[in-house]
């Protein structure tokens, strides 16, 4: 199970939305092998596609290495789907390579970049296999 902030879950919905009709993507940084997330990173979509996401080389290294300093490790990935549901792709799929994270998907098919429904569902992806997991969004931890 995903236990998420009410206000980190706004911070995804909102930066899906402000993207919207490309890809919003980022990571929730939390402290190493503690499994709760806290620091909302938003990145930029380097494709700029509204049917792929693809994290910034540079930018990647750069959190990682911000990550590792500070003895955090990233919680959530999350990316949108503009014109889908909020399920992996086979993409997504093959490019999931962090094995202790929930990958979060956001759907602003119906919505796009203004106030409306969304879809926001976690998964766990291990070696291809996709596992959807129950979201629980709190006030505080």
Do not use: W
Not at 48 to 60: C, G, I, V
Not at 69 to 92: F, G, K, L, N, Q
């Amino acid at each position: 199970m995903l236990t998420i902030t009410q206000a980190l879950h706004d911070q995804i919905v909102a930066h899906a939305r402000a993207d919207h009709p490309d890809e919003a993507c980022g990571v929730i940084a939390g402290p190493a092998g503690g499994g709760r997330p806290e620091r909302f990173i938003p990145m930029l979509n380097a494709a700029r596609s509204p049917t792929f996401y693809e994290f910034d080389s540079t930018d990647l290294l750069k959190l990682y290495r911000e990550m590792d300093d500070r003895d955090e490790e990233p919680v959530v990935i999350y990316h949108s789907h503009t014109a889908t549901e909020a399920y992996p792709s086979r993409t997504d799929i093959s490019y999931a390579n962090e094995p202790g994270a929930h990958y979060v998907l956001v759907s602003t098919a119906e919505c796009g970049n203004d106030e409306g429904p969304v879809q926001f569902r976690s998964f766990r992806i291990v070696d291809g296999e996709v596992t959807e997991e129950e979201v629980k969004v709190v006030e505080a931890y």
